[in-house]
């Protein structure tokens, strides 16, 4: 569909809603608006309408086909959408198991994104500030994860890129300069 | 079929034989036993039983499209066994050609993995261990060379997170903390 | 078709054409030459023949399905080669929207390499030769900058591999090692 499809990601603490919120913000004043969604709400959204589960602790639930087709038609649902589409999301989830990728083959196939941003920042400030939101207090993960972590959402990204030809950008959203990664995040999407 | 996929890699020298042994008596001892196979064994399996080769290395000296057919075959018959099973292998393998990926795109649409695990550790530590095994005289890299190594076999792995979904673990087997190497792989597979 | 497809990158400024060109003439010398070809200027012949474009410069503007179209005929014909060829292009290539993947999975699909060469070398020593070659002042990245290209490239060399099954070979040229250089393409591609 005509449109610019973007996909946001980061990991958690790095200010992502942030930066997207400011961003949106600045697109709408200067004449260019961008839909904005979350992946995993959409796919919720998706999967309430379809009547296979009632709420948001009952999407864990899934069987792995399930969740597998509900990730292909929500992805599908978005790439129809007419206009430019902010998807957020993410590059990888760490769960118990490890690394899950947030945007395996079958998803790019029908999402077919533009453009794929990892908003990142050195792991010492995300610390900072997952310490400092309560509701975070369980995702206190070591420097070494964290940076581990934001490592494999890069090659991981650059794996969706070989898939999609998508491009990848790398916004940087440092302590202090919030203003920058908007700016940096406004000229990737204008 | 039914039950876990787990693919288990790590470089030559970093302990992964020893790992996997101590995790599978632990699983057992557990009730969650898993089969074991090594991918390069059951490849030579498949191809003498179908009158390809009379040993092993005979398998150096097939054709690209034979090797690749054989690939296909053993990973499809890994899929169809009825359980849990641990496939030991390798992300990539040092050639003199470069690194060669261990699951091409073919493997891992036939074998469709659900766990992928790298067992790592400090390259330092991977020397020492080589050094004391007058049998991997010939694997005598560079610190570089090993690090380079690892890091690119992280990023394989995100590459078949992204084609498979499945999820991607590290563990850290250390010098002296054998144990908790084991620990955590058995998490990972209980 | 019969004959080695080797892909060879490299960030602008690494000195990929001096190192081709060095080694083209030993396989030469040693009785295995290889054809020799840019990926952009062969997409170009390939657009001209069709009537798309009268200039490389229309290259850029012509829309996205049309580029598409014409990465995956220059990659097939490149792939109908009758013998070994060096294909001339970049891993990824760094733009406003970020990095632009050189291979996206149509262009593997059609071209099949057998080797795929990563030539890098330190960050500083890049600087160094970019600041002393007035044609790329553009590039003038930071150090950084770059590090985070020549890593980013790495990444997206591990989806390839994944992709085709071809191996990723990394040469180092280096500061007043050049022949060094040479003497690794030269091995990798005898």
Redesign the interface.
Known sequence: MAGTKCIITGVPGVGKTTVITEALKRLEEAGRPYAYLSFGSFMFEVAAKKGLVKNRDEMRLLGKDDQ?QLQQEAAGEIARIDGDVIVDTHA?VK???????G????V?EALRPD???LIETDEDQILGRRFGDPSRIRDLDTYGALR?HQ??N?????????????????VTNADHLLDRAVDQLV??LS
Chains 1, 2, 3 share one sequence.
């Open positions: 597998r990888s769960t118990p198991k490890g690394y899950l990728p945007l395996p083959e079958w790019l453009l794929f941003v581990s490592s494999f890069r090659a991981i990204a650059a794996a969706y890129a070989m898939k999609t030809g998508c491009t990848v950008a790398i000229t990737l």
